[in-house]
């Protein structure tokens, strides 16, 4: 019998646990999922409960009734340290974790595993940008179904002050000089700036994004060339003109260091020190690992072999330090197996990047201001499944060869970016690109497939999008053939 | 095309293309966009299945 333990029930654990419970007879075999929360949420609609076109229970559900039918044990826990070689009473290795249900909170258990599948995503680092709090004064996030809803609460009432005359600013992007996730901010910019035109208020609102890109349409992924209108242009063109045709201005090389209830307090690539008024701010955080502990059979600490610096998980990724000209797709995992203990995996967000895609970028005074590596839903799904694959592969023929990949130096990945929501008025990009870290082996002239990366502005984008939230809840709740739906 | 006229010259903003009309409307247009859906469609599909090996 094998016994495998999920930490993390986001888009990469979700997926690998419906995986391997389809490939695993699961009176031979155990699966756990732990997870601080019993909900399932489609992070991606966070953007619709944002500008209030949706509201939270329709974009998550409670994973416990579906477990419960697919023979998954659900653990409401945190998963706090790793016992990879178990320790002098468990001779498996193991997880301590914490309850997080209202009957245990607090009480710590220990949970043995044969194999090991950390999806516990990012953590949310507002507190490395001081005074960035989402629900403070003036702040907003749409992070989580949570901090969405109040994001709209937040904005009514600017919405409100607008209707009354009364001028706001509005600023949105990223909130410390090393984030990523610069998609969702640039979606959520277009579709406030929407809901505000819609209302006819534009002329009270000025509408500003701010970001840690060198140029617009970085999107941590260095831009991409996308072919349009007998051109082959950069995504720059593309968000900018996106901006300029909506009267959105933009601040961008800034590194946000500091917010109080109406200024942002942000350093520029050029090491000069600027601040930006506001009444209403949408600041993504820095992303960091959750500082889990580690430690081998004797207690010692053996923190840095599962764990970067960043506290994100080690895999097979080459993380020698290099110049940014000898990075090659090479560089990036396959298989998301921690390269001393072959039986942890770590996919979507919770492995350690070898390094960024885009170029770093260092401020006069030392400052690192520049956009760290994206891990999208697609890929995220990709390499929950390409890790469950693999463990049913090992579990089934005892051969513990990988033979199941999926490298964000070859996988692509499309992003629908929504831009206004309206079955006949709504507007979003879609865009895609493959692969994500560019090839310039592969590809010397444009990085990627340039066939297959494009960037097209519509209403059809909208439509996908909203289709996309139903069929993606739809495979997540199991319902009948959800596993015909890609990810 | 209105924009241009509220952006500061030499700014940032004042540089980057903006449709035409003839592109919104091709943007907007049901019929145009129809097509484009399955056109799209078909064009996620091709990255998707490649993606998975
Ligand atoms: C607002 C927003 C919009 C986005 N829009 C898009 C989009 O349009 N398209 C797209 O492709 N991507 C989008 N993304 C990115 C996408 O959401 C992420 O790529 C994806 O969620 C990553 O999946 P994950 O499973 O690695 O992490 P997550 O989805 O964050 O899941 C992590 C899971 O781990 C759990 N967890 C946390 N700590 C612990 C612990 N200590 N122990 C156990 N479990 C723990 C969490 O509760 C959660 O269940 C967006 C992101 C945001 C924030």
């Known amino acids: 019998?094998?016994?495998?333990?999920?930490?993390?029930?986001?888009?990469?654990?979700?997926?690998?646990?419906?995986?391997?419970?389809?490939?695993?007879?699961?009176?031979?075999?155990?699966?756990?999922?732990?997870?601080?929360?019993?909900?399932?949420?489609?992070?991606?609609?966070?953007?619709?409960?944002?500008?209030?076109?949706?509201?939270?229970?329709?974009?998550?559900?409670?994973?416990?009734?579906?477990?419960?039918?697919?023979?998954?044990?659900?653990?409401?826990?945190?998963?706090?340290?790793?016992?990879?070689?178990?320790?002098?009473?468990?001779?498996?290795?193991?997880?301590?974790?914490?309850?997080?249900?209202?009957?245990?909170?607090?009480?710590?258990?220990?949970?043995?595993?044969?194999?090991?599948?950390?999806?516990?995503?990012?953590?949310?680092?507002?507190?490395?940008?001081?005074?960035?709090?989402?629900?403070?004064?003036?702040?907003?996030?749409?992070?989580?179904?949570?901090?969405?809803?109040?994001?709209?609460?937040?904005?009514?009432?600017?919405?409100?002050?607008?209707?009354?005359?009364?001028?706001?600013?509005?600023?949105?992007?990223?909130?410390?000089?090393?984030?990523?996730?610069?998609?969702?901010?640039?979606?959520?910019?277009?579709?406030?700036?929407?809901?505000?035109?819609?209302?006819?208020?534009?002329?009270?609102?000025?509408?500003?994004?701010?970001?840690?890109?060198?140029?617009?349409?970085?999107?941590?992924?260095?831009?991409?060339?996308?072919?349009?209108?007998?051109?082959?242009?950069?995504?720059?063109?593309?968000?900018?003109?996106?901006?300029?045709?909506?009267?959105?201005?933009?601040?961008?090389?800034?590194?946000?260091?500091?917010l109080d209830d109406h200024t942002i307090y942000y350093e520029n690539l050029d090491g000069e020190y600027l601040e930006q008024p506001y009444d209403f701010a949408m600041l993504i955080p820095g992303f960091a690992g959750h500082g889990f502990k580690a430690y081998d059979k004797t207690g010692k600490d053996i923190s840095d072999k599962l764990f970067a610096p960043n506290g994100l998980m080690k895999v097979d990724a080459d993380y020698t330090p290099k110049p940014f000209e000898e990075w090659t797709i090479k560089d990036w995992p396959e298989t998301y197996q921690n390269p001393s203990y072959h039986n942890i995996f770590a996919p979507g967000i919770a492995f350690a990047p070898p390094h960024s895609i885009s170029k770093p970028m260092t401020s006069k005074n030392g400052t690192p201001i520049f956009a760290s590596a994206p891990r999208t839903g697609m890929p995220s799904g990709i390499m929950g499944k390409v890790t469950a694959d693999n463990i049913i592969n090992w579990i089934k023929t005892g051969n513990a060869t990988m033979i199941h990949k999926a490298s964000m130096g070859r996988m692509g990945a499309a992003c629908i970016v929504s831009a206004g929501y309206g079955m006949r008025k709504g507007t979003a990009a879609t865009m895609t690109v493959s692969p994500v870290v560019p090839d310039w082996e592969k590809f010397p002239q444009w990085g990627r497939d340039i066939k297959t990366t494009m960037g097209e502005p519509g209403l059809a984008g909208h439509w996908l999008k909203w289709l996309m939230h139903y069929m993606f809840l739809y495979k997540a709740k199991g319902l009948p053939f959800w596993w015909m739906i890609p990810e | 095309m209105e924009n241009r006229l509220i952006i500061t010259k030499y700014s940032e903003q004042y540089y980057p293309p903006t449709p035409n009309n003839f592109t919104l409307f091709l943007r907007r247009s049901i019929f145009f966009q129809l097509i484009r859906f399955f056109i799209l469609n078909y064009k996620i599909m091709k990255i998707v299945i490649k993606g998975h090996s």
């Open chain 1, 1 to 258: 019998m094998a016994n495998i333990v999920v930490l993390g029930a986001g888009i990469a654990g979700h997926t690998a646990a419906a995986y391997l419970q389809k490939g695993l007879n699961k009176k031979e075999h155990k699966i756990t999922v732990i997870s601080p929360t019993p909900t399932y949420q489609w992070i991606p609609s966070n953007i619709w409960v944002g500008v209030g076109k949706m509201t939270p229970e329709e974009i998550k559900f409670d994973l416990r009734p579906l477990y419960k039918k697919w023979g998954i044990e659900f653990i409401q826990a945190k998963a706090q340290s790793f016992y990879p070689e178990g320790d002098e009473h468990i001779n498996t290795g193991f997880v301590e974790v914490e309850y997080n249900n209202e009957e245990n909170k607090g009480e710590k258990i220990k949970v043995a595993y044969d194999y090991l599948i950390n999806a516990t995503g990012p953590k949310l680092n507002f507190e490395a940008t001081e005074g960035l709090i989402p629900g403070n004064g003036n702040i907003a996030s749409v992070c989580t179904f949570g901090h969405a809803s109040h994001a709209w609460e937040l904005l009514q009432s600017k919405l409100d002050k607008m209707k009354n005359g009364e001028k706001q600013i509005f600023v949105i992007g990223t909130g410390h000089p090393t984030a990523t996730c610069q998609g969702a901010a640039f979606e959520y910019i277009l579709n406030v700036d929407f809901e505000i035109k819609k209302r006819g208020l534009e002329k009270q609102a000025q509408v500003i994004w701010i970001t840690n890109e060198y140029e617009l349409g970085d999107f941590g992924m260095g831009g991409a060339f996308i072919p349009k209108g007998g051109f082959i242009s950069n995504t720059k063109l593309f968000a900018e003109s996106y901006f300029v045709e909506r009267n959105i201005t933009w601040i961008k090389r800034a590194g946000v260091k500091k």
